[in-house]
Each structure stands twice: as structure tokens, then as C-alpha cells.
């Protein structure tokens, strides 16, 4: 089981909410990375990090935001949450092998 | 265009049977090739990794296997268990950049009835 954790794993929010997904892991990991996920769909990056102070966006276009002040701690923010943000969103990091570790994955619904 | 093609999109098997799932890429430059298992509501977990040079990888009763001159790959389950029935992801790997960039496929849906 891999040591990284996302709080919270359910959220039922209104439109215009600024909302924060927390992910966090103990590994050490340089690499993290945030993946948007529908259901019966691909995973789609939405933003990565190679380490502290280094954020990049990913391939599929989104409204949020992410910060990496600390290496354990990789925080994805919306400022004004849409029901077309509903979805899976799945934090991963990677050490200095290949494989990515995922999360447990947040669960966002928007009314 | 990198894409990774699943097949079949959902399978129903009874407790006990083996089945195969495939994957089909077009990544290149090639790196690696990974098998997860996601449950639902949780995040995927890596059954098995393979490098261009390898051909067969088992992981207990998962066996994966590539032909990297096809593209192709398999994941074969064994005497499947009820706590098989989850989505199998492929995913590939390409050496193009130092972001290791990763090409998912869709899954198949996998559910083992008793």
C-alpha cells in the first residue's frame, strides 16, 4: 500500500464554492501529479510537479489551480467550483523508478 | 498520435475461470508498459511493469505479456477470485521526455460472479 493520502474522499459542494483537494504523501517523492477521471473514462493529467516551487499543466485544460510548497504536500484548488468540475480527481507521485503511486482519489460533485 | 486501445470494455466471468484482457498502443518512443488494477472509488494500483526486452511478467495470478513489434499486451488472470472484479488499466510509458509521460487506456470493467 502506498503512503499517500487525499482528503477529503467525498465532496457535495454549491457553484461558486472555492473548494481545496489536499494530497499528501510520505514517500519523498519529487514527481507528483493530479489526473481528472470520469466514470468509464482515461485518466487525464490536469497538472504535475517536479518538486518544490515547480508546477506545470498537464494536457487537459483546467479551471484549477496547485501549489507545491513542501514536497510532501501537493494542494489542488478551484476558486469558483461549476458542475462541469464533477469528476475523480486522483493524486499519484513517483520516486526514482517508473511507477506512479496513486491516491485514494476525491470524489467531487457540484451542484 | 500515442494512444492505448483496450479490449474488451467490460467482461463478466463466473468465480473460478480464467480470462484475458488486451491492450493495443501507438506510443513511441516506447519506455514501459504497466498494468493497474483500480476498485472502485479508489485509486489504481500497479500489478506489473514491462520493459521493451521483457516478455512475460507474473505477479502471483496475474501474467502480463508484450510483443513490443506488434504493440500488443496481455493481462491474464487465473482462477479468478470475487475480489478480482474491478477496471484493469493499461498503461504506457514513452522515453521522449523526463516527464515520463503516461497514455491510459480506458480499462475494462472486469466482474467475476460466485
Known amino acids: 500500500e502506498a503512503d499517500i493520502y487525499q482528503t477529503p474522499r467525498y465532496l457535495v459542494i454549491g457553484t461558486g464554492k472555492k473548494i481545496t483537494l489536499e494530497c499528501s504523501q510520505t514517500m519523498g517523492h519529487d514527481k507528483m501529479y493530479w489526473y481528472q477521471q470520469d466514470p468509464g473514462m482515461e485518466l487525464h493529467l490536469i497538472h504535475y510537479?517536479?518538486?518544490?516551487?515547480?508546477?506545470e499543466k498537464g494536457d487537459l485544460s483546467s479551471e484549477s489551480t496547485v501549489s507545491r510548497i513542501r514536497t510532501e504536500h501537493f494542494p489542488l484548488t478551484l476558486e469558483s467550483a461549476r458542475p462541469s468540475h464533477t469528476s475523480q480527481y486522483l493524486c499519484?507521485?513517483?520516486?526514482?523508478?517508473?511507477?506512479?503511486?496513486f491516491g485514494p482519489g476525491t470524489r467531487l460533485l457540484v451542484l | 498520435k500515442n494512444q492505448v486501445e483496450q479490449s474488451p470494455q467490460s467482461l463478466i466471468i463466473l468465480e473460478g475461470k480464467n480470462c484475458t484482457l488486451q491492450?493495443?498502443?501507438?506510443?513511441?518512443?516506447?519506455?514501459?508498459l504497466r498494468w493497474y488494477k483500480q476498485d472502485t472509488g479508489r485509486g489504481p494500483v500497479s500489478l506489473t511493469i514491462?520493459?521493451?526486452?521483457?516478455n512475460t511478467k507474473s505477479n502471483g495470478r496475474y501474467t502480463a505479456t508484450l510483443d513490443a513489434d506488434t504493440k500488443q499486451s496481455s493481462l491474464h488472470i487465473t482462477a479468478s477470485q470475487l475480489s478480482d472484479s474491478a477496471s484493469y488499466i493499461c498503461?504506457?510509458?514513452?522515453?521522449?521526455?523526463?516527464?515520463?509521460?503516461?497514455?491510459f487506456g480506458r480499462g475494462t470493467q472486469l466482474t467475476v460472479w460466485p
Open positions: 499519484a507521485s513517483r520516486g526514482a523508478e517508473e511507477t506512479q503511486y
Open positions: 491492450c493495443n498502443y501507438t506510443v513511441s518512443p516506447f519506455s514501459n
Open positions: 514491462m520493459t521493451f526486452s521483457e
Open positions: 510537479s517536479y518538486g518544490v516551487n515547480s508546477t
Open positions: 498503461v504506457v510509458s514513452d522515453r521522449g521526455s523526463t516527464l515520463g509521460r503516461l497514455y
